[in-house]
């Protein structure tokens, strides 16, 4: 398998997986129609970083290697080489920061392979947690709320 | 008109007089007055090659919230100057260079300008490294700029060639890994061997260690990539902290 397949898989799958956390972490809310918006969203790796679903080295590694992938599809003949050590880099020290010196070659698909496993796990983790939920509303109490502020704001129309 | 690299180290240096800032501000009064600063800094690595644009780029804080009020309330208010942003772009023409004007002057540049340059009057405008690149093509494009020298534009990199915030509290001393490597550095300037500077991940684990990730070299590259036959080698300020090197040099 090419490196350029191998970074094209790599980060298909880790596409999918940005999607699914960002499903598994907001709350139940079909009336507002969650996984359309979740599916319209960009830089859903950003997203998930936000949410404290990958830490800053493995965001770093999984950006790299997106570019790097970016990279071979539009030019396939690209030096890419430099981008998959760097990535390594961030990734080998965001699980030990004192991981400073490697001695075996830096892999692009150990590092997808990698941050797949990881990203499956908290998304199956977070399946297991009690679902997030806001206190139900009162309806009567908003609507006088909303009345009361209406009737505050002298602001012009 | 020389070109210039400068060891930027913390951000706070922009507040702070010590050996380091002194010597910046002496380059900056000793040199002829540039026409307009042309900045590669290590903190505008991104995917692709642009140019602050405008008449006024913003001061950007781009540093934590660990930072102090006084470092937030730096503004740098150099004006920018879109003829330079021109002229680069037909130095590197065909190679397609954006003007950008969602970015601005981040610390790796104001916090050695504040002190080089305290007027902010001399307009200035900042070049971004394009991180998906490997370092030949950062050396490559950094001797496109050459011409600028003889047109009155300071170019200045703005980074450290020894930068490893996870062992920042390591390593100290004459002998130590930062030192050593920041006096190898030195001596490839001195030397001319620009093939070493390029090739630094060939070069052993104190440069693996001082370079774990490129961002804060590479601007080093652009400079050198200009450095001619004849040009006098200034050591502006040198010295290892922790893993970081303060290592500033004028060349020319």
Redesign the interface.
Known sequence: MSLAHTLREGCVQLERLYAELIRAYVPENPQYEVRRIVEDLHNKREIVYVMGLLSEGENEAAL?LA??DA?LAQTPES?V???V??AW??LR?SID??W??DDGTPSAGAALTYLREVLEARRDALALLPPRALPPDDPGRNARRLRALREADTRPV | MPVAFFGHGTPLNALRDNEHTRAWARFGTELPPPRAILVVSAHWYV?GTKLTAGASPRTVHDFGAWAPPELFAVDYGAPGSDALVERVRALVAPFPVEADTSWGFDHGAWSVLVHAFPQACVPVVQLSID??Q??AFHYALGARLAPLRDEGILVIGSGNVVH?L??FRGEAGEESWPARFERCVRDWIIACDHDALIDY?RQG?DA??AI???DHYLPLLYVVAQQRDDDPVRVITEGAHGAMSMLSVALG
Request: hydrophobic share 30%.
């Open positions: 790299i570019l790097a990279m030096e080489s430099h981008l050590d760097e880099y961030y020290t920061p004192l400073q010196l | 995917a991180r998906r490997p370092p490893n996870e062992l991940h684990s693996r260690l774990p990730t490129p």
